[in-house]
Structures are given as C-alpha cells and as structure tokens.
C-alpha cells in the first residue's frame, strides 16, 4: 500500500469528501486502490467508473445492503461484496451516475461493513479550476477529511470556461476579469477562500489543498509557488484560512507514484 500518499491525503480517514477541478476523480480511484473495503461514491453526478473498481452496486437502500453483508450468516452477502466498492443510488445516463443524499454518505460512512468511505462532493466538468456556486459543495456533516484540487495547468491560461467551470465564480472569488490571464495566487486564494475550497468545510475536518497534474520540473515550481502562498495565508491571523491548512500535497495522478512532494 502506498501509505505515504494516503497518509499525505489523510485519507485514513472513515469518510473523505474530494472537492475543486482537475483530478477529483483520479484522487478518489487512486486512493480506493490503496485503503481497505473503501466504497467509492458521490453526492453529486458522477461520471460511470465500472472499471475504477472492483464492482458498482446500484441500488436506493446501500445501508440495506451493507447490513446484509455485516450479517455474518452462511448465505449472507459478505462474500458477494468487492472492494474497491462502488455505491450509487441510480443510473441517470449512459455516461453517468447520480449521488446520494449527504445523510445516506453519512450513514453508509457509520456501517460495520465499511473501513472508507470516499465521496465525490462536487462537479467541475472537466475544467483545470473551479469556485463553488450555492449548492455547493454536498458534504456529508460527517466528513473527517475534505480535499480540495487544483490543476497548476490553470495557471498561464485565460480565466474563462475553456479552462474554469464557472468562471464568473472564480473572479468574484479572486478579483479578476473574466478572460485575464491566471496566476499563481489566483488559485491559491481559491484553495484559502471560504468561498473557494473551504466552503462548508466543517470546523473540525482536516482540510488539505492538493494541486494536480505536476507531470514535470515547470510544473512542481509553479505548484511550489502556489503552494508557498497557501501555507502563508494559513499562517495569517487575519485570513479566513487562518490554521485551516496543515499541509499542500502535490500529485501526478498520470504517474505511477501519484505522490509528488508535500510542502508544510
């Protein structure tokens, strides 16, 4: 087990929500490969991930299930679950499953049956950067870890919706025009925001900002920067972030070892 990254994550944790854009999804597979009888599961859409582990369940009673699987009995369902484990409640489409409500994740999170809960928390179609609209993001109030992403192959490109799901969000957010180019502190003040990556974030949940697709030497020194800015606003009595923020993780979900540095 690559126990670095999963201990870089916190991700040992009963139920960690993965929030932001540009890795959510690779973070969620990647970490269920590693822990032990992990369900995988969203309280928002998610595209289809049959083949991210080891079996999907689609089925409106999870708790139901998981119970019949807790039974102990010679016939009983324990046998039939496969872990990594998918749960969700429907499918929507071809491409896509839809979430839970958040009280369903909590209760899934409190079975016997399951050692981790991972919980894709928000959407962010495929774009590199995101700020949170109003009904976001869908955490479980059980939560003991959340994870917020970036992609540092935001930073260089315009602030519009080729790269930033809704990006009028982000500039209110940062103070930018829609159409600037963005920059280092533009996603860090996304990932220190109460109105970026910590909104909703409860109180007492260990909240890690983890910046994505550092495939290279150009990209780990513009994470660095980000990184750098980040641990200083936390550092800062007078930012919201204000001892929010033990540690910023940098990742290559495309490599091999995903786990690319940990700056505190």
């Known amino acids: 087990m690559d126990s670095d990254l999963v201990d870089a994550l916190a991700a040992d944790a009963s139920l960690t929500c993965v929030v932001g854009a540009g890795g959510k999804k690779s973070t969620l597979y990647e970490l269920a490969g590693h822990l032990e009888r992990a369900v995988v599961t969203a309280t928002v859409r998610i595209p289809i991930f049959d083949r991210q582990v080891a079996a999907v369940r689609v089925t409106e009673d999870p708790i139901s299930l998981l119970e019949r699987a807790d039974a102990d009995e010679p016939d009983g369902a324990a046998d039939d679950l496969e872990w990594p484990l998918g749960l969700v409640p429907e499918q929507e489409r071809d491409d896509r499953y839809l979430g839970y409500d958040t009280d369903v994740v909590d209760r899934i999170a409190a079975s016997s049956s399951v050692d981790h809960v991972l919980v894709k928390a928000d959407g962010a179609r495929t774009r590199l950067l995101k700020a949170p609209n109003e009904r976001e993001p869908q955490l479980p109030a059980a939560a003991e870890t959340v994870l917020a992403i970036a992609s540092v192959d935001a930073v260089g490109r315009p602030l519009d919706e080729g790269a ?101």
């Open 164 to 264: 930033v799901h809704r990006p009028e969000r982000v500039a209110a957010v940062t103070g930018r025009e829609i159409g600037e180019i963005i920059r280092p502190d533009d996603v860090a003040t996304i990932l220190t925001s109460p109105d970026g990556g910590l909104k909703d974030v409860p109180p007492d949940a260990t909240y890690v900002p983890v910046l994505n697709m550092v495939d290279d030497a150009d990209d780990r020194a513009v994470a660095r920067e980000i990184a750098t800015r980040i641990l200083e606003r936390s550092a800062d009595a007078s930012e919201a972030a204000h001892g929010r923020i033990p540690r910023v993780v940098l990742t290559s979900m495309i490599a091999d070892e995903p786990l690319v540095d940990v700056l505190e």
